[in-house]
């Protein structure tokens, strides 16, 4: 069964209505629901359908992998829930910041290339980022940020102190004294002209802003824009067509994309670019192209699941990085962050990602088993909610496993 559904890893492309992809794209089947319609797995698909209700979960998509191969990939609940639109498993969903582990990998790539080093400074006259638009840096300690700090978060920012500047774009246009929507540019200046929370290097503390400039660093690296040079170099290689920046507005989301939904009764809020139009904070209160290498990416769960197998270090799918690399990325100084991943142990590394609107768990563990879990709707346990799903996986990959012994057993 298994082998039989390799060719179907993938979903088909995501194309925005009337935007024309920055390079073709081939054509490849979509997955389909129909084609995990399967007796062996009816007992999982009933344990999400449970989750999903009471957690009050509009859609959701689960995909999972078993020592490298596609096992199951399903969608369910709604895509578009005005529209009684079903989730497929060729649905894209905003991932949040999982988006961070595609910019890592995109580092190390370009540091086994000799074009990197994580010992690179970022600011000043010998920094990557030496652009004059950078060269006004109210604190020194800015100079011996590299790229390494921003990669475990270790850069001196501390959203607990000053909030994120990554979701303060009116305080950075009214600073600035610039109009809105703002750019990265605009919030790097913003954040140099400020003192750092902390020491560089003394600690980890999440950082969107961090991967941001990341982001700014590829392009500066390569010539080219960071997500043409991830679509290019990372994700086209490893047979990925579906993954690409998102955008903010209900009306621009891809013909193939999922809705999103807050909580009921969640309040309206000014949309990024402006103040005057109240939105709902998931349809128009963030500027997720802004977010780019810290959370602006949308993909399929299958799409997402072959991105982990391809930098997991197990021998069933070839990497994209080499051995070094992909250790280097989990096995970080134990009072840093890992490298992309959020959370590293001997039993399994973690991904997630959350924004309002859409949750992401994504698991590669030590016994070969692999899964994506996006959601279109906020639970209320906020950024916690991934590791709750991260427990109902626990009973769904059990089904899963006795469903193909099952199987085997009556071949």
Request: charged share 20%; glycine share 8%.
């Given at each position: 069964?298994?082998?039989?559904?390799?060719?179907?890893?993938?979903?088909?492309?995501?194309?925005?209505?009337?935007?024309?992809?920055?390079?073709?794209?081939?054509?490849?089947?979509?997955?389909?629901?129909?084609?995990?319609?399967?007796?062996?797995?009816?007992?999982?698909?009933?344990?999400?359908?449970?989750?999903?209700?009471?957690?009050?979960?509009?859609?959701?998509?689960?995909?999972?992998?078993?020592?490298?191969?596609?096992?199951?990939?399903?969608?369910?609940?709604?895509?578009?829930?005005?529209?009684?639109?079903?989730?497929?498993?060729?649905?894209?969903?905003?991932?949040?910041?999982?988006?961070?582990?595609?910019?890592?990998?995109?580092?190390?790539?370009?540091?086994?290339?000799?074009?990197?080093?994580?010992?690179?400074?970022?600011?000043?006259?010998?920094?990557?980022?030496?652009?004059?638009?950078?060269?006004?840096?109210?604190?020194?300690?800015?100079?011996?940020?590299?790229?390494?700090?921003?990669?475990?978060?270790?850069?001196?920012?501390?959203?607990?102190?000053?909030?994120?500047?990554?979701?303060?774009?009116?305080?950075?246009?009214?600073?600035?004294?610039?109009?809105?929507?703002?750019?990265v540019d605009d919030i790097i200046r913003f954040a140099?002209?400020?003192?750092?929370?902390?020491?560089?290097?003394?600690?980890?503390?999440?950082?969107?802003?961090?991967?941001?400039?990341?982001?700014?660093?590829?392009?500066?690296?390569?010539?080219?824009?960071?997500?043409?040079?991830?679509?290019?170099?990372?994700?086209?290689?490893?047979?990925?067509?579906?993954?690409?920046?998102?955008?903010?507005?209900?009306?621009?989301?891809?013909?193939?994309?999922?809705?999103?939904?807050?909580?009921?009764?969640?309040?309206?809020?000014?949309?990024?670019?402006?103040?005057?139009?109240?939105?709902?904070?998931?349809?128009?209160?963030?500027?997720?192209?802004?977010?780019?290498?810290?959370?602006?990416?949308?993909?399929?769960?299958?799409?997402?699941?072959?991105?982990?197998?391809?930098?997991?270090?197990?021998?069933?799918?070839?990497?994209?990085?080499?051995?070094?690399?992909?250790?280097?990325?989990?096995?970080?100084?134990?009072?840093?962050?890992?490298?992309?991943?959020?959370?590293?142990?001997?039993?399994?590394?973690?991904?997630?990602?959350?924004?309002?609107?859409?949750?992401?768990?994504?698991?590669?563990?030590?016994?070969?088993?692999?899964?994506?879990?996006?959601?279109?709707?906020?639970?209320?346990?906020?950024?916690?909610?991934?590791?709750?799903?991260?427990?109902?996986?626990?009973?769904?990959?059990?089904?899963?496993?006795?469903?193909?012994?099952?199987?085997?057993?009556?071949?």
């Amino acid at each position: 069964m298994t082998t039989c559904l390799v060719s179907f890893f993938l979903c088909g492309c995501s194309e925005k209505k009337s935007e024309r992809p920055p390079f073709p794209l081939p054509q490849i089947s979509p997955l389909t629901n129909e084609m995990f319609a399967l007796s062996e797995f009816e007992k999982a698909d009933s344990v999400v359908r449970r989750f999903l209700k009471r957690w009050k979960i509009n859609g959701a998509s689960l995909a999972v992998a078993r020592d490298g191969e596609l096992l199951y990939a399903k969608g369910f609940g709604y895509a578009d829930v005005e529209q009684k639109v079903e989730v497929t498993p060729s649905h894209v969903f905003r991932v949040a910041s999982v988006s961070k582990l595609i910019t890592a990998t995109a580092v190390m790539q370009l540091v086994e290339q000799g074009k990197l080093s994580l010992d690179d400074r970022v600011f000043g006259c010998d920094g990557i980022l030496s652009d004059s638009a950078f060269g006004s840096i109210s604190d020194v300690r800015v100079l011996q940020i590299t790229v390494k700090n921003l990669l475990e978060h270790s850069a001196g920012w501390d959203v607990s102190v000053d909030g994120d500047p990554m979701f303060s774009g009116y305080d950075v246009a009214l600073k600035l004294r610039i109009p809105l929507p703002v750019r990265v540019d605009d919030i790097i200046r913003f954040a140099l002209s400020k003192p750092l929370n902390f020491d560089v290097g003394d600690h980890s503390s999440y950082s969107n802003l961090g991967y941001a400039i990341l982001g700014r660093i590829i392009e500066k690296v390569t010539g080219t824009s960071y997500e043409s040079y991830v679509r290019q170099s990372l994700l086209l290689p490893m047979g990925i067509v579906d993954m690409r920046f998102g955008n903010s507005y209900p009306q621009h989301l891809y013909t193939n994309e999922a809705s999103y939904y807050d909580v009921a009764g969640a309040p309206l809020v000014a949309a990024f670019d402006n103040p005057r139009a109240r939105v709902l904070k998931c349809r128009g209160g963030y500027d997720i192209r802004m977010l780019g290498a810290a959370g602006g990416w949308v993909a399929s769960p299958a799409s997402l699941l072959r991105f982990m197998l391809c930098i997991d270090g197990r021998p069933e799918m070839p990497d994209i990085l080499s051995p070094e690399s992909v250790n280097r990325m989990v096995c970080n100084d134990s009072i840093f962050d890992p490298l992309g991943w959020r959370t590293v142990n001997e039993r399994r590394w973690m991904r997630t990602g959350t924004l309002i609107g859409t949750s992401v768990a994504a698991v590669c563990d030590t016994s070969g088993w692999c899964w994506v879990f996006i959601t279109n709707t906020t639970s209320r346990k906020g950024a916690d909610f991934p590791f709750v799903v991260e427990n109902m996986m626990g009973n769904v990959l059990e089904l899963l496993e006795g469903g193909l012994a099952c199987r085997r057993l009556t071949r």
